[in-house]
Each structure stands twice: as C-alpha cells, then as structure tokens.
C-alpha cells in the first residue's frame, strides 16, 4: 500500500498535483477538511463533537481527527493507498497516524513537501482569487496569516518525517508537469 502525507503552503498547488497523483497511483484523497464537513453535515457523533470546538473557535482535538481519519480509511476494501492531505498537522498527530497505520499492517512511506516561496504563494494565490472567485484569497492580510500559520504548524511534522527519513522538498515552480515528474520520481524512488 502507497500512502503519501502531501504538504505545502496555500496556493503551492497540492490540489493539483494530488489530482494527479491520485489518478497515477489509485490512491484514495483524504482531505481533513473535506472529512470534517462530511461528518458536521451528515450529524454523526464524532461530526456533532468536531461542531463544537469549531463553534467555539478552538482547534478540534487531535483524538477527533484521528477517529474521523479511521472511519475513513476503513470504508475502503483493499486500497491502493491513501493521499493524506492537511494532516498531520502536529507530531502528536503524526504519531497517532503511524500508530493506526501499523494496526493496518501499513505505514506511511513519503511525505511531499512542495516548496514555494512567498512572493510566488501570494501571486498565485491572487490570480486563483480572480480566476476562481474565492474570497480568502483576494486578501493580503488573510493570505500572509494563512502562510504564517502553515510555517508554524508544519515544522514539527517536518522534523518527525526528517527523523524517519521519509521527507522530500519539491521545488514546487515549474510547469505543472514539471512538478508533477519531480513528484512521481520522488514517490517511485521509495515505492
């Protein structure tokens, strides 16, 4: 099984290139947001807990997350493998991820990191506000809060993929399909 922890900043093109990463490899997309606005809307029990620490402004507990991610993963029969995307987000949830992994007889065998520097982030993060219409991303103050925010969540979980040798920085400018084959090369070369 493939399992791959995709990382970057806003506007670093994760989505993009987790598209095609999912297409290349038959992997399953678990995108902590999206699990999170599946469960708030369906009414299950961990969505209704995840509610009320959004509802009150604080961060949902790394126990919820995981609980959310298991239930997830174990709806699929035989995977290929899993894209995680947007976590972990800390080395406790790092942890607890490996640890669920190794129950399942898996692990995670890279983490894609694309590198991009700010004044790239904030253009592209301007025209994707034009182009597609997202507010979050036509303002300055919104956009370099959102960056800061992912430079301080991210170094952790950097450090704890560092120490097991499982993290790789892509040049994340180019083509998207020059990024895309500096991506494949990297996953294939630990696959």
């Not at 699929?76 to 987000?89: A, L, N, Y």
Request: hydrophobic share 35%; net charge negative.
């Amino acid at each position: 099984m493939l399992n791959i922890v995709l990382f970057g900043p806003p506007g670093a093109g994760k989505g993009t290139q987790s598209e095609r990463l999912i297409d290349h490899y038959g992997l399953v997309h678990l995108s902590t947001g999206d699990v999170f606005r599946a469960n708030i809307k369906g009414e299950t029990e961990l969505g209704k807990l995840a509610k009320q620490y959004m509802d009150q402004g604080k961060l949902v507990p790394d126990e919820v997350t995981i609980n959310m991610l298991r239930a997830e993963v174990l709806k699929h029969e035989s995977p290929k493998g899993f894209i995680f995307d947007g976590f972990p987000r800390t080395s406790a949830q790092a942890e607890a991820l490996d640890h669920f992994l190794n129950e399942l007889n898996t692990g995670i065998q890279i983490m894609v990191s694309l590198e991009v520097e700010e004044d790239e982030l904030r253009e592209r993060l301007k025209k994707r506000a034009e182009v597609s219409g997202r507010v979050d991303d036509a303002d300055p103050e919104v956009i370099q809060k959102r960056i800061d925010v992912y430079h301080a969540e991210t170094a952790p979980v950097k450090t704890f993929y560092q120490n097991q040798q499982k993290f790789v920085a892509i040049n994340g400018v180019g083509t998207i399909d020059e990024i895309t084959h500096r991506i494949y090369t990297a996953v294939d070369s630990r696959n």
